[in-house]
């Protein structure tokens, strides 16, 4: 009865609408795709037989899972390079400039384009026969013939990379500008009393004092990136020749295209796992070791 006493129960209140939420939005759907990738189901609502392992044994033996796992590797190492060091640069650019109210809205305009219009936007950019891309490209002498930027198999999955990341790169420029505001202006004077020149104040004061923040961009960052789904489909659809078929594409395919819900269920299960997995590595390696070390 104490400890029931002792108990908030007026922040306790106030948190639970925010957990019903995460319980409806977030434990449901997962339960039930858990419960329905041990069943045989192809359509949503149909009835199914309880199949056991059979499903994740079937994705395991499947190569384009395999393939787009990899993909999708190529894909977030690809958006987490780019996406962070295009904030970077522009944070650092815009963090001890005056009046730049105006540049920082104008670097956060992709952001607030839907992404329907990006992907309208970035075909039309990087068109083969009309883009104004490779138009530019052309009358400059930089390359002979058009680039088929999404048409190509060689070079299609980093056009989308760079389509991607021009879209949210904003959001990160956003963290790390923040952070950079917090580090104390008398560091960067006394380190230039000391004779310490750009590179040597950034390397010794600002990269220490914001890399906790880095780690948390780049472990959100990833798993935002693994789950982008809808430029590559509305773009490419996974094509030419399955070059940008990654993983949330796989398990769209094998379930509204294969009709069978339970593989893809037991795919979107393992994703899940393999993602848990990676966030509890790279916190404990990078987020946490960089918290330690301030």
């Known amino acids: 009865m104490r400890r029931l006493r002792s108990l908030d129960w007026v922040s306790i209140l106030m948190v639970l609408p925010f957990v019903a939420v995460l319980v409806v939005l977030v434990a449901v759907p997962v339960s039930i795709s858990v419960a329905t990738s041990f069943t045989n189901m192809r359509f949503i609502g149909m009835p199914a037989e309880f199949v056991g392992l ?12 395999w ?23 522009f944070a650092l650019a815009l963090s001890r400039r005056a009046r730049t109210t105006g540049s920082q809205l104008l670097v956060l305009l992709p952001w607030i384009i839907p992404t329907v219009a ?12 009309y883009g104004i891309l490779n138009f ?5 002498g930089l390359v002979d013939a058009p680039i088929n930027a999404f048409g190509n198999a060689d070079i299609a999955l980093w056009s989308l990379v760079l389509l991607n990341s021009w879209h949210w790169f904003p959001f990160f ?17 006394a380190a230039s009393i000391d004779g310490a020149g750009p590179w040597q104040r950034f390397a010794s004061v600002t990269l220490p004092l914001i890399s906790r923040i880095l780690g ?14 809808d430029t590559i ?8 020749s399955n070059s940008t078929f990654t993983a949330p594409l796989y398990v769209y395919e094998v379930a509204f295209n294969g009709f069978q819900m339970g593989k893809s269920s037991a795919a979107s299960v393992l994703l899940m796992i393999i993602m848990l ?8 390696l990078v987020v946490r070791r960089a918290y330690h070390s301030r």
Request: charged share 10%.
């Open 67 to 89: 393939g787009s796992l990899g993909r999708s590797g190529l894909w977030i190492l690809g958006n987490a390079v780019l996406q962070t060091l295009t904030a970077f640069v």
């Open 136 to 140: 530019l490209l052309q009358r400059t």
């Open 54 to 65: 059979r499903q994740y044994q079937r994705v395991f033996q499947d190569e384009l899972f």
């Open 277 to 284: 997995g990676f966030a509890a590595l790279f916190y404990n």
């Open 216 to 229: 948390i961009v780049g472990l959100v960052g990833t798993l935002w990136s693994f789950n982008v789904f």
């Open 233 to 240: 489909f509305l773009v490419t659809r996974g094509g030419p």
């Open 173 to 189: 420029f956003v963290v790390i500008l923040g952070a950079l505001t917090t580090v104390p202006t008398e560091l960067y004077e």
């Open 118 to 129: 990006v992907a309208v936007i970035g075909t039309w950019l990087m068109n083969s026969s």
